[in-house]
Nanobody, 114 residues
Framework: QVQLVESGGGTVQPGGSLRLSCVAS????????MSWFRQAPGNQRELVAA???????HYARVVEGRFTISRDLAKNTVTLQMNNLKPDDTAVYYC????????WGQGTQVTVSL
């Protein structure tokens, strides 16, 4: 069982930045894939960014160049740095850990609005 706790959501104006953090209850170096997903009202949950056990990263095309996923193995933390935010980025953001099973955090709201 992996417990994930997100933090860092909030409200920001278009063009602004936010930094999301996800702390895991076990060594993230043992987790095959750590990811951030998001879900906007009326939409399906979608993958935003992922970082694999070997350090390789993957981004959804709509966030590439604006978002950066990183990890701190010593702190069992995965971070999503979000720059140049747009209103379409508004959603609840979820941290996910995939070990063969999927584990989810509780979600954190990100709102991009004037």
């Amino acid at each position: 069982q992996v417990q994930l706790v997100e933090s860092g959501g909030g409200t920001v104006q278009p063009g602004g930045s936010l930094r999301l953090s996800c702390v895991a209850s076990q060594n993230i170096s043992d987790i095959y894939q750590m990811s951030w997903f998001r879900q906007a009202p009326g939409n399906q949950r979608e993958l935003v960014a992922a970082i694999f056990r070997g350090g390789t990263t993957h981004y959804a095309r709509v966030v590439e160049g604006r978002f950066t996923i990183s990890r701190d193995l010593a702190k069992n933390t995965v971070t999503l740095q979000m720059n140049n935010l747009k209103p379409d980025d508004t959603a609840v953001y979820y941290c996910n850990g995939h070990t063969g099973f999927d584990y989810w955090g509780q979600g954190t709201q990100v709102t991009v609005s004037l």
